[in-house]
């Protein structure tokens, strides 16, 4: 029996970003529960893509109670729909073989992951006392996006003199904007710029030097994407939502190493269950951020652990 529900976790502060902000994680999780075993996964519905929690309901409530990992990479297209059955079936699998799901997709066991924590999309001041409170992280992603960038920069920078900066602008950038600031992200020492213009008006990336990494997110969903970033991105952020589940997000992580692309895995704003997945593919990317639960004021039991060596990977009961 596949089920489906939509879950409410608030945010320990509201989260802002260049298209707006939330103060809640609504989140679909999956349950597939078959010969008295039960496997869980996480989605979060992304309305940038086109999705609303009702529309990601529907689209598992299609699904044939008797569906195997396989049948649904057809059954359903990439997305947080996908998503969520695919990691609750490889929880399911996990458990009814006793086994660990990374066992089961023939890769060695994860290691904790250093992951980045992001800062919400704020005033300069703001931002600063964010970067000042979490300076201690090695590694802070900024969520920017406006015209007015450059002084929340500055302001992070001085909050946070040691941590490595990422910087998100979720397409908010125009080409004139990135290029007015591409020496002060050098000078800054900013070590990331993920997704500075707009999905399907990012061409101009490939006619300029990349003297900084640059990623792309919203412009990564699956395999078949890959082909139209060569030579205008550095990097790519996959995440499970996008790729449509851990199956896709595994053989696309091998197609972009082979196509000579680093990793970021990445998430949205979600529970630890959703997290735990995205700790395989994240044993070999150049950034993880998996910060996600950090950023709730109430998560799932159990949780992911987090400490100095960074994400842990999950426990059975948790999920894989």
Known sequence: MITATLDTFPLARAFTISRGSKTEARVITATVTRGGITGRGESVPYARYGETPESVLAQIATLPDGITRAALQDALPPGAARNAVDCALWDWEAKSQGSRVWHLAGLPAPRPRITAFT???DSAQAMRQQAQENAHRPILKIKLGTPDDMPRLEAVRAGAPRATIIIDANEGWTPEIYTDLA???MRLGVALVEQPLPAGADGMLAEIPHPIPICA?????D????????GRYNMVNLKL???GGLTEALLMAEEARRMGFSLMIGCMV???LAMAPAILPAQAAAFTDLD???LLARDREPALRYDDEGVHPPEAALWG
């Not at 997110?217 to 969903?221: C, T």
């Not at 395999?223 to 060569?230: D, K, T, V």
């Open 119 to 121: 800062l919400s999309l």
């Open 292 to 294: 996600g639960p950090l």
């Open 270 to 272: 979600g529970t630890s």
């Open 241 to 243: 939502d996008k790729t």
């Open 183 to 185: 020496p002060h992200l």
């Open 217 to 221: 997110d919203e412009s990564a969903h």
């Open 223 to 230: 395999r078949a994407s890959l082909p139209a970033l060569r």
